[in-house]
């Protein structure tokens, strides 16, 4: 700790008793660590390795030669808005926060759930999608691949990413720091290997269109026009680059959180997007034939790694890889449970007063952690067994799962626009862009979640559109018969003051000092 530090961390908790809130979660992580956490969640050995058939069992190369770059600028977009806002309003949870100070009650409501369950089934998504790949880079180990084994192994994953969380922000700080080392390593190891096993450096490849919807793709995507083979493709950055609102919900563990939190999220999409190019372009320039790839299907990574590359070694790549999707999922925990402590300490969730209790020993929202952990791990058991129109609920639920997320992102986003520099956002924090930047940024935001929207309702996905409607008709009816007279959202005003009190024994409950 720098002897300025302990000064630091005291404007940290004003800024937070100004905002209604007792420090009860210890704040311990620094930038590095912040960043870590969201380009964890990021994680490009797993989004951008288990999605990768929608690129190349889609428009091919180009897919990825701009697919990606310009699938990370629309999420950059959303990043950049979110720093500004959570350099203002640095507090857990800080989406739901956003959207009720910018706001009010239900806009924060709406906006929680959104992102709620977004965190939720994306935690059941990446644990699933690790058994998938753990799966298909370990055969021999002779496990078969079923819905029993599916849940005993996500049961064993999800429960010790609970457990670590349960013990303390350090031990997952640790272990989400060492996950940023990680990921940076291993994918340039990736990206070394495969362009030494590559038959040639063609770059042309990584801007040819070829529409491999259909057959042609493994039936990835039905038959479509070009536009759409590679506008759907935009969902492989844009699905993979999420997450990165790990930052805001750990704010209150964060030193310097004004500064660190902005600079964490930003440079957590700048850094996914950059090593993510490397890696996807030059496992692009390793295929062998680009038609015969899009053929394979979801099973193009192991496919193309089994034709090039020699069995230790991919096996070492395997297992790296393989650690950071457990890490991913780790730090994911971290972000749904102080996401569910942020809105119960609000009221915000039945049973909210166990939920928004903190361990005097470990500083952890432990009954939040483990509910987080629990919903995922029964969303997927239980939308496994279910099927809609012959589809599993378990896919169709997942396509609404970044969908939620990124409505989670916008509104705030957007009321934001329109509260700058009011009453309701009267003061911007260190991390500021001005006025005419966040206005652009803002409105591309908007721009770009119309995109999202329509590219990922489109079939085989177009059941999510029924999913998001509903949700949205279900969430108004419950506001409106249930919860508007009851929810009064974060404190305002002089219910700040009012507080006070109920701040000092919360903080002496858990043994704070500062």
Not at 87 to 116: D, K, M, Q
Not at 279 to 300: S, T, Y
Not at 326 to 339: E, F, I, K
Request: hydrophobic share 50%; net charge neutral; glycine share 10%.
């Amino acid at each position: 700790m720098s002897s300025t530090e302990p000064k630091v961390v005291d404007e940290d908790v004003k800024v937070l008793h100004s905002m209604g809130y007792a420090q009860e979660l210890s704040r311990r992580m620094h930038t590095f660590s912040n960043f870590a956490i969201s380009f964890s969640i990021i994680c490009i050995l797993s989004g951008g390795i288990n999605s990768l058939a929608q690129a190349t069992s889609g428009s091919g190369g180009i897919g990825i030669g701009i697919g990606w770059p310009l699938g990370c600028l629309v999420s950059g977009v959303f990043a950049i808005c979110m720093a500004q806002i959570s350099s203002a309003y640095p507090t857990a949870g800080g989406l739901y926060h956003w959207g009720s100070i910018l706001g009010n009650r239900f806009t924060g409501w709406l906006t929680a759930w959104f992102n709620l369950l977004g965190l939720i089934t994306v935690l059941g998504a990446i644990n699933a999608g690790t058994w998938t790949f753990f799966e298909g880079a370990f055969p021999n180990l002779g496990i078969e691949n079923n819905l029993t084994n599916q849940t005993i192994f996500l049961a064993i994953i999800t429960g010790g990413m609970a457990l670590i969380n349960h013990y303390g922000i350090g031990l997952t700080m640790k272990l989400t720091d060492f996950s940023g080392y990680l990921i940076f390593g291993t994918s340039l190891a990736l990206a070394a290997v495969c362009l030494i096993f590559a038959p040639s450096w063609d770059f042309s490849r990584l801007f040819t269109f070829h529409n491999y919807s259909g057959d042609a793709g493994g039936g990835v995507w039905p038959s479509v026009s070009n536009s759409w083979v590679f506008l759907l493709g935009l969902l492989l950055p844009i699905y993979t680059i999420t997450g990165y609102d790990a930052s805001a919900h750990t704010s209150e563990e964060t030193v310097d959180a004004a500064r660190s939190v902005p600079k964490g999220m930003v440079s957590s999409v700048l850094w996914s997007a950059v090593f993510g190019f490397i890696m996807l372009g030059a496992f692009v320039l390793m295929i062998p034939n680009m038609d015969e790839a899009a053929k394979q299907g979801w099973n193009v990574f192991f496919w193309a790694l089994d034709q090039r590359v020699p069995g230790g070694l991919k096996e070492a790549l395997y297992l790296a890889i393989f650690v950071s999707q457990l890490l991913c999922g780790l730090a994911t925990v971290t972000s749904a449970s102080r996401m569910i402590f942020a809105f119960a300490r609000d009221g915000g969730l039945p049973f909210s007063k166990s939920l928004a209790k903190v361990s005097p020993k470990h500083r952890t929202p432990v009954n939040a952690i483990w509910t987080g952990g629990i919903l995922s791990w029964l969303f997927v058991w239980g939308a496994s067994l279910v099927s809609i129109a012959g589809t599993s609920a378990y896919t169709i639920v997942v396509s609404c799962t970044v969908i939620f997320l990124f409505f989670s992102f916008v509104i705030p986003i957007a009321l934001g626009f329109f509260a700058y520099g009011t009453s309701k956002w009267p003061k911007m924090g260190p991390w500021n862009i001005g006025r005419p930047l966040y206005s652009l940024f803002a409105i591309l935001s908007v721009l770009s979640m119309i995109l999202i929207f329509v590219i990922g309702v489109q079939p085989p996905n177009d059941w999510a559109l029924n999913i998001t409607v509903g949700f949205v008709v279900l969430t108004g009816l419950i506001w409106f018969l249930l919860e508007r007279n009851r929810f009064q959202g974060p404190p305002i005003g002089d219910m700040i003051a009012k507080r006070q009190a109920e701040i000092r024994a919360a903080e002496a409950a858990v043994g704070e000092t500062h």
